[in-house]
């Protein structure tokens, strides 16, 4: 097969057929695929179900230091609860503060909290006359979304494959004092699943920005999410935490992770890791908003895993069953559209999402075309801010939930689709 790009129009028209013909064939099958969100499959979930038995009414719920958890108190969180989410981190229980259920309410909290009282003691930023924000893109739409419902324009840094583009960064942030922050994935970014080399987090943390305020809101979702278990295929990055404090910036950065993709999604313990003035800083708001999270539950966690051990061992299990779902897609994406030299993907050794960029203007296209077949995928544009994809190129591809069977199926869809949208495109029909 050769590339489309090296067919006559006369051959370009033949395959267009074909490739409708195929469109055809999938659309009366009526199928009914989702894979628009990066959830846990069910199978995942069952994995967690022993930690249910942990508890039942007769279990002793004082924490390590004696404090009955099922009481008022500890409000940033219980003492192993903090080791457990401080090694799941890479830093120290002495940064940790431990939260409720899930990361992305930390993150608004963290934004709306700057927003409405400053940050440590800086102007609010509801009192500026502009914030702007840096989004890597593509990147997380829920972040983007909690940006821009507080009004803070958001400018666009590609993300390359060792992160973001560091000269842009450096020269935005050290010359805007109205730039406030920046959304980091740094390991296995949502959605193409690349991770920051060690020069990356070194030249982010030694940032030097206009903006005293200036955060970076380091969101480590996907830290410990690795597909393989031999190291050699796993991904590391730097702590953003120490490397902060060498660089002379220790207040900098807050980061931000959960145990969503590890336990249960919504049921689970999430955690913000930041220096010592930041925790100052933040409980003092802290102790207005809430007496304490749910004890309970980190107890229930840590006695569940009992150690950062017992956390890996549980993601490998979750590996076994995330890898063939990856490779699924993989295996016929390169199998179908590596010579028609269409479309390029990422192959990640961790996280959920498989990033996609097809022939520019043909994304919001693809999306719709697999949608009329029965196959929702997240909207295209969402991985940019605004939900603008200035060209119309990335798709996320989320493979965790549905079946590696229906996971073929699906890219089956999104490669029919890929192809008419292209070929249309080069016919300019
Ligand atoms: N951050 C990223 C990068 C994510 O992909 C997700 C889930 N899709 C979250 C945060 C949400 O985390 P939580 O469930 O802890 O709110």
């Known amino acids: 097969m050769l590339a489309y790009r090296d067919l006559t129009k006369e051959q370009l028209e033949e395959e267009l057929l074909k490739q409708k013909e195929a469109y055809k064939e999938i659309c009366a099958k009526n199928i009914s695929l989702d894979m628009s969100r990066g959830k846990p499959g069910p199978d995942q979930l069952d994995l967690s179900m022993d ?7 007769k279990s002793e719920l004082k924490s390590e230091n004696g404090f009955d958890c099922r009481n008022y108190g500890v409000m940033d969180g219980i003492p192993e609860a903090k080791k457990l989410m401080a090694d799941i981190m890479g830093t120290k229980p002495e940064n940790v503060i431990v939260y409720g259920n899930a990361s992305l309410n930390i993150m608004y909290d963290t934004v ?7 940050v440590n003691g800086s102007t609010p930023w509801c009192k500026l006359e502009k914030v702007k924000w840096l989004c890597p893109v593509p990147g997380y739409d829920r ?10 324009e958001m400018i666009n840094v590609p993300l390359l494959e060792d992160g973001p583009d ?10 805007d004092a109205a730039i406030k922050g920046i959304w980091c994935v740094p390991k296995y970014a949502n959605p193409t699943g690349t991770s920051y080399s060690d020069e990356t987090v070194k030249r982010m943390a030694a940032l030097k920005p206009a903006a005293e305020d200036f955060r970076i809101y380091w969101d480590n979702a996907y830290g410990i999410h690795h597909l393989y278990d031999d190291e050699a295929n796993q991904d590391q990055i730097l702590d953003i935490l120490s490397e902060c404090e060498k660089a002379g910036n220790p ?14 999604p919504g049921s689970g313990v999430a955690a913000l890791a930041t220096s010592k003035n930041n925790i100052e800083f933040i409980k003092k708001q802290m102790t207005i908003q809430t007496i304490g999270h749910d004890k309970i539950n980190q107890l229930r ?24 779902k990856f490779q699924a897609v993989i295996t016929m994406l390169d199998k179908e559209l590596k010579d028609a030299d269409i479309a390029t ?25 697999c949608k009329e077949a029965g196959m929702v995928l997240t909207g295209a544009g969402a991985t940019y801010p605004y939900g603008k994809d200035p060209e119309d190129k ?16 699906a890219s089956k869809i999104l490669i029919v689709c890929t192809k008419i949208a292209t070929i249309e495109k080069m016919l300019d029909k």
């Open 166 to 175: 560091m000269d842009m960064v450096e020269e935005l942030v050290s010359k």
């Open 51 to 57: 930690m249910l038995d942990v508890f039942n009414s």
């Open 345 to 369: 993907w990422t192959n990640p050794k961790g996280g959920y999402f498989i990033s996609f960029d097809v022939m520019e203007g043909c994304a919001k296209k693809i999306v719709q075309m």
């Open 301 to 324: 966690h840590v006695r569940y895993f009992k150690d950062i051990n017992g956390v890996k061992k549980h993601m490998m299990k979750h590996a076994e069953k995330l890898r063939p």
């Open 251 to 264: 207040d900098m950065v807050y980061e931000f992770a959960s145990t969503s993709k590890v336990t249960f």
């Open 112 to 118: 709306s909290r700057s927003y409405t009282h400053g």
């Open 394 to 409: 990335n798709i996320r591809i989320a493979p965790s939930f549905p079946s590696p069977e229906e996971l073929v199926e």
């Open 143 to 152: 972040h983007f979304a909690v940006t821009e419902q507080f009004g803070i």
